[in-house]
C-alpha cells in the first residue's frame, strides 16, 4: 500500500469517522438522558401529591402509608417525610432495615430552591432516584430504584459501543473505496488555444 494510497484513504476516513462517533455519541447521550430523568416522573408525582396532601392538613403518617419497601431490593417507590430540622416524621421506605437518611444538604436545597432531584446512593450498590420538594413543615422525599434503568443503560451502551464499531468498520472499507477510485493526476496541464 504506497503512502499516496494511505493518505487518501485517511483523508476520507477520518472526517468521516468523526462524523459518526457525533451521530452515535449525541442519540446515546439524548437516549440515556430520556431514561435516567424519565425515572424521576413518579417521584415527582408522589412528592407532589405528599405536599398537597400535608398542607391540606393530611397527617405525615398518612401520607407515607402503605407496605414498608425495601429500596435496596424493590423496585415501588417509597416516601420520607422530614420536618424543617431534618428530622424524619414517617416513611414506607426501608434501607437494611433503618429508614433512609439522605444527605441533610438534599433536604436544605429543596427548602432554599423549591426542588431538589438527586441520584441518591445510601450505600454502595443501592442507587436512587430522588425528588426533594418542602412542605410547610419540612420537606417531603419520593424516591425509588435506578436498578433497573441501570440495566437498560448498561445495554443501551453496549449497543452503542457494537453500533460505532460497526460503523467504523464500515466507514474504513468505504474510505479504502473511495481512495482506490481517487482520480490520479497525471502531473500535465491542458492548455486551452491561444495560451
Avoid at 435496596?72 to 429508614?99: D, E, K, M, Q
Avoid at 459501543?161 to 481512495?179: E, P, Q, R, S, T
Amino acid at each position: 500500500m504506497d503512502r499516496t494510497f494511505a493518505r487518501r484513504a485517511i483523508a476520507v476516513f477520518l472526517p468521516a469517522g468523526a462524523a459518526l462517533f457525533l451521530s452515535i455519541g449525541s442519540a446515546y447521550t439524548f437516549v440515556q438522558q430520556d431514561m435516567r430523568l424519565g425515572a424521576n416522573d413518579q417521584p415527582q408525582q408522589l412528592a407532589e401529591d405528599g405536599v398537597i396532601a400535608l398542607d391540606g392538613g393530611a397527617s405525615p403518617s398518612d401520607v407515607a402509608a402503605g407496605p414498608t419497601v425495601d429500596v435496596a431490593s424493590s423496585l415501588l417507590p417509597f416516601v420520607a417525610i422530614y420536618n424543617t430540622g431534618g428530622t424524619l416524621i414517617a416513611t414506607n421506605g426501608s434501607i437494611a432495615g433503618a429508614a433512609p437518611l439522605p444527605p441533610i444538604g438534599v433536604l436544605v436545597a429543596a427548602q432554599e430552591s423549591g426542588r431538589d432531584a438527586v441520584t441518591w446512593e445510601p450505600r454502595p450498590g443501592v442507587r436512587i432516584a430522588a425528588v426533594v420538594l418542602p412542605w410547610r413543615g419540612g420537606t417531603v422525599l419520593a424516591g425509588r430504584s435506578l436498578r433497573y434503568i441501570e440495566v437498560r443503560i448498561a445495554g443501551l451502551t453496549e449497543l452503542a459501543a457494537l453500533a460505532a464499531f460497526g460503523g467504523l468498520m464500515v466507514v474504513g472499507a468505504m474510505a479504502a473505496v473511495a481512495a482506490a477510485l481517487w482520480p490520479k493526476w497525471t502531473g500535465t496541464r491542458t492548455t486551452s488555444p491561444g495560451q
